[in-house]
């Protein structure tokens, strides 16, 4: 157990000072609701570091499957109400002590991010745009009552995190150690309210190639009778209580023959995201016979994912020159069915932290098998594979750009 339980009346009236001594408090604290002033910051100087007595043996590159192994540490810092973000610790990786009434079990106070550390040729450690991770954290928390925090702070104390598991990094191309930052709140209350303490921990697996193998293009299932965000939602935040629900609709297309599901939105059946991925399409426009990249926008139902805009803006810089139209804007299935019968559909693909670019070779819809561009020998199409190579020429720091955060030593 990471803390014991102690009598919760007891721990919250001592001084902060003696709070932070005892290594024996619960993370469910009793505690008011979040506070509006101005509270104690996130302070990467007062980091404290206990190393694990007993290191890991590293799983061999080629058995690691995705999520399954951590490495010896994890990051953890304590909000309180009273006091705000208390130090933060990295400490041997273990359980944590929760009272069964914190408020996290009951109203699914939870928020997370994914991003990860690479390994370049020289074997300093990188990470990929994590600025954009902790905005998108810091609006995720904030949208369910949650404390906000120093994004460049967490970006710092995530450093030193990343490069104390540095040998967890295998250094073969395609590997990478998946961090996962996560915010909880530990209030132990059945009351439903604003959170008044909260921890906010970062644990983190070495993982594969999410295609060990090379591309595989996936099939879907145009998903219609549930829905995963509607507007005025939580869709474009990334909450845990928006993943469970959509593991019904996945497994429901998967005993029907399908990789995934394809959610669709409204009357109109506007295409939204490909399981926990932002969705691109590659089309000839009708009117104008230009090539065109679509994604869907960002009107509140679409997750601000951080591969979505990086694909987006490499888009931009290398497509737009040549002629391409770059485009958010809502598109449906029918526009979709009619360009696969046109011909004029040239490829589709996911994107997202773990694979990076998904390739789609169909899409079952309405009893239609809406082919997406992809001969019968080929699994990725052109633009998917030069935006998994561009991007990943940036994470492995084979391209020197401000989107690499390279770890200091």
Same mark, same amino acid.
């Given at each position: 157990?990471?803390? +014991? ?31 509006? !002033? ?10 404290? !570091?206990?190393?694990?007595? #007993? ?75 994590? #600025? ?23 970006? +710092?104390? !995530? ?100 990789? +995934? ?28 016979? +230009? ?33 391409? !139209? ?84």
């Amino acid at each position: 157990m990471l803390r +014991q339980l102690r009598p919760q009346s007891a721990l919250f009236k001592q001084s902060p000072s003696r709070l932070l001594a005892t290594c024996m408090r619960a993370y469910s604290i009793e505690a008011t609701s979040a506070s509006t !002033i101005k509270l104690q910051d996130i302070d990467p100087s007062k980091l404290s !570091i206990t190393k694990t007595k #007993t290191p890991k043996e590293l799983v061999p590159p080629n058995e690691l499957v995705f999520g399954r192994t951590f490495t010896d540490h994890m990051l953890s810092l304590e909000w309180t109400a009273a006091d705000g973000w208390l130090p933060a610790r990295i400490t041997p990786y273990q359980n944590l002590s929760l009272d069964p009434a914190s408020c996290v079990f009951h109203y699914a106070f939870e928020c997370f991010e994914g991003m990860k550390a690479y390994k370049d040729k020289d074997g300093r450690v990188r990470l990929f745009r994590p #600025t954009k991770n902790m905005e998108r954290m810091n609006k995720s928390s904030a949208r369910i009552a949650l404390p906000t925090f120093d994004g460049a702070a967490m970006i +710092q104390l !995530i450093a030193k995190f990343a490069a104390m598991e540095e040998r967890f990094i295998p250094d073969t191309r395609g590997y990478s150690l998946y961090l996962r930052p996560t915010m909880i709140g530990t209030q132990r209350t059945l009351g439903v309210g604003p959170p008044g303490s909260a921890l906010l921990y970062v644990i983190a697996s070495p993982v594969g190639p999410y295609y060990p193998t090379g591309f595989k293009a996936v099939s879907l299932e145009a998903t219609d009778y549930a829905v995963r965000a509607w507007p005025g939602g939580v869709g474009d935040k990334k909450l845990g209580a928006n993943y469970a629900p959509c593991i019904l609709p996945q497994l429901e297309a998967a005993k029907r023959g399908f990789h +995934q599901n394809l959610w669709l939105f409204g009357d109109e059946e506007y295409v939204t995201e490909v399981g926990t991925m932002n969705m691109f399409v590659a089309i000839k426009n009708k009117e104008t016979g +230009q090539n065109e990249l679509i994604t869907a926008p960002l009107d509140g139902t679409i997750l601000e994912g951080v591969t979505r805009d990086s694909v987006l803006s490499l888009a931009r810089e290398k497509l737009a020159p040549e002629g391409w !139209i770059i485009s958010e804007r809502k598109y449906t299935m029918p526009e979709l069915f009619e360009a696969s019968n046109d011909g004029r559909l040239l490829e589709a693909f996911g994107a997202g932290t773990a694979a990076v670019v998904s390739p789609v070779r169909n899409i079952s819809w309405k009893g239609n098998l809406v082919e997406c561009g992809l001969r019968p020998d080929q699994e990725a199409g052109e633009i998917a594979q030069k935006m998994k190579d561009w991007i990943e020429s940036r994470q492995y720091g084979d391209e020197e750009h401000e989107w690499s955060y390279v770890v200091p030593k």
